[in-house]
DNA sequence: GGCGATTTGTTTGTGCGCGATCTAAATAGA
DNA sequence: TCTATTTAGATCGCGCACAAACAAATCGCC
């Protein structure tokens, strides 16, 4: 016996036992909950959550937008092209420091809240938990999320 | 006061306040936690749960392996190719129905086990939590993912 | 002021992930 | 038997997601 990866074939579990693969998988069912709604409104599901965070607060940076979302720039950047090209944001330079990118709404993309409303409270709707449930799953997630980035420093 | 669409501004929560969310970024965190250990032995994060199921199961059809990791073929097909041309596993039409294509490790394939088991030891140290408070986050999240599937029929 | 280090965002290349569409094999029915 | 339907995979197009390499602006420090 010893702690090297001299394991016996025993020591593998199922896939469906891992705790990564229970995310992995649920990460993948909401995204095909949220797609035919979305679709109607024009938005993929990281889009609408750019669209989310910028109602809540408008003319973020793209490096804020990064951290809120747990994103990179290789990827918000592209992501952020299509969603201007779209009509619902505008990209502008920091007069201040030219360095960042500004993020602020149209009034199209403004506009879009109304209808994305609905959407989320069909999701809530849809999974078919109550609020108190929704949070403990949230809070414990959001644990594990923050350990696991707290670890990769 | 009404049912529809027309809702005041306050009514969209934050980004953090989503459920879909907080899996969203968790499934993220764990995956970029897996890469580098992974990045080792020459697969990314699909292509894992790819072989913890073969391992655990040898020479199912595309189609069973789709139904275990909610994968549709063509998101499996080429990762399987790649995973081919990696020499871990082949892919073999089933002469009792041409239809299928079978599944089946190679001997590097299995042999790969082995250096796997000690990625999923890390994993579980990584998280920092316990096996019971584990299984608990992934019954709540498993249940959910199963509710989304069902109202998606 | 000048210059190296840091910060911010972009580009590039690879690999998912999925809807839509296609082909071939198997099956069901008249 | 012969055709219609179903099933299993493959292909295509698009949009993430991220590492690595890059460019430009700013900061720090003299």
Chains 1, 2 share one sequence.
């Not at 599901?45 to 490096?63: C, E, F, H, I, N």
């Not at 979302?69 to 420091?97: V, W, Y």
């Amino acid at each position: 016996m010893n702690t090297t990866s001299e394991q016996t074939a025993a020591e593998m579990p199922d896939v469906s036992e891992l705790l990564c693969f229970s995310i992995y998988s649920a990460g993948h069912a909401f995204n095909q909950l949220y797609r035919p709604m979305l679709d109607e409104i024009g938005l993929t599901y990281p889009q609408y959550l750019v669209m989310v965070a910028l109602w809540s607060r408008d003319g973020r940076t793209v490096k804020e937008l990064g951290e809120l979302l747990f994103l990179d720039s290789s990827t918000l950047t592209p992501l952020l092209k299509r969603m201007e090209a779209g009509g619902l944001i505008t990209r502008t330079r920091n007069l201040q420091d030219e360095r960042q990118v500004l993020l602020h709404l149209t009034a199209e993309g403004t506009a879009l809240k109304q209808r994305a409303a609905s959407v989320t409270g069909c999701i809530g709707d849809a999974i078919g938990i109550d609020a108190d449930t929704a949070l403990k799953i949230r809070t414990a997630i959001d644990a594990l999320r923050d350990s696991i980035h707290k670890r990769r420093r």
